[in-house]
């Protein structure tokens, strides 16, 4: 399949399940961070973003958890399905004094498999 | 209706060759890129455009020269493809040069063989 030889990090859980995808980023001066979804032949689609003046953020089953003191991201899915299996990228921007243009590092990503 | 479109999906093509990827946004942003992603699907940006103003250039090779010719389009030319060059390319767009919320393309896949 496409994960064989990627060597990402992966999940796996049975429909209905949560799954918590983590990251964590390397840089303190990072004030906003996304969560993007790329399934198998498309590009990265936005799901849900945070600034770093908060902790948590709530979409449609989809929760976002910072932790500026560890530097560590999460994403909460709520009763995953199978049309969420794809790769999972968290990505950081920092803004360096007005200086970064919307320039996003992203993570290295993690694979999760849903199975019915 | 598509928000960001690439062409061609597929290139496959020799060593040595030049070849261009287009890419089109309809969402009327201002700041357009394009990104690498390697084998290891390692995402890693090599430029941005903010109404056809270069602003970021991430130490890439001059085989490759991206050209805006209005904010809505960003093209990719590669002169003398090489091996290394071989990976997914993908095209995106942002509101403005602030704007870390950004739409992606389906990505061309790049062969050299």
């Known amino acids: 399949g496409e994960s064989v030889g990627l060597h990402l990090p992966t999940l796996s859980v049975q429909e209905g399940d949560n799954s918590i995808i983590n990251c964590a980023y390397s840089?303190?001066?990072?004030?906003?961070f996304i969560w993007y979804k790329q399934e198998s032949g498309k590009g990265p689609q936005f799901i849900i973003d945070?600034?770093?003046?908060?902790d948590k953020r709530q979409g449609q089953r989809v929760t976002v958890l910072l932790n500026k003191t560890v530097k560590h991201l999460s994403l909460q899915i709520a009763a995953t399905q199978p049309g969420d299996s794809a790769v999972y990228f968290c990505a950081e921007n920092v803004d360096a004094g007005g200086t970064s243009y919307g320039k996003l590092t992203f993570g290295q990503g993690t694979i999760l498999t849903v199975h019915p | 209706d598509t928000a960001v479109s690439q062409t061609p999906k597929y290139l496959v093509t020799q060593m040595g060759n030049d070849k261009s990827i287009k890419c089109e946004q309809n969402l009327g942003h201002d700041t357009m890129y394009w990104y690498k992603q390697d084998s290891k699907k390692f995402l890693k940006i090599m430029f941005s455009y903010n109404n056809k103003e270069l602003i970021i250039n991430e130490t890439v090779p001059n085989r490759f020269s991206p050209k805006s010719p209005d904010k809505a389009h960003l093209n990719l030319h590669i002169n003398s493809l090489e091996l290394g060059d071989s990976a997914v390319y993908f095209c995106?767009?942002?509101?403005?040069?602030?704007?870390?919320?950004?739409?992606f393309g389906p990505g061309t896949r790049l062969t050299v063989t």
């Open positions: 995106a767009s942002s509101q403005d040069v602030t704007g870390p919320e950004q739409y």
């Open positions: 840089n303190s001066a990072s004030d906003y």
């Open positions: 945070i600034r770093s003046n908060m």
